[in-house]
């Protein structure tokens, strides 16, 4: 499933844009411009598409950990982080930002 998604260091205010790579019941890979080191506890949140979503869009808002960060090989590749999801909440109501 590869979706666009909001994330940023959890407490923090300011929200930066990255791409879902695939997800799991356990994790979440996601290219990102701007990446945090292991560790770091993170937010995120995208919206399930409509045929995941049982016929409406809904939000997936998730808290996690990093576990990994892929750097790029070449300059024009971007970064990726690998993230343990630890919670997650799904809202039928509120689409993402």
């Not at 990255?18 to 506890?41: C, Q, W, Y």
């Not at 869009?57 to 630890?86: F, H, N, W, Y």
Request: one cysteine or more; aromatic letters at 8%.
């Amino acid at each position: 499933m590869q979706v666009p998604l909001h994330y940023r260091e959890a407490g923090t205010k300011d929200w930066h844009e990255g791409r879902m790579e695939n997800i799991s019941t356990s994790g979440v890979l996601f290219r990102a411009p701007k990446v945090f080191d292991p560790h770091t506890p993170m937010e995120f949140t995208y919206v399930l598409p409509v045929e995941v979503g049982g016929g409406k869009g809904a939000t997936v808002d998730c808290g996690g950990q990093i576990v990994r960060t892929i750097l790029p090989t070449a300059t024009d590749e971007t970064s990726s982080m690998a993230v343990k999801i630890l919670y997650y909440h799904l809202n039928r109501e509120r689409q993402a930002m």
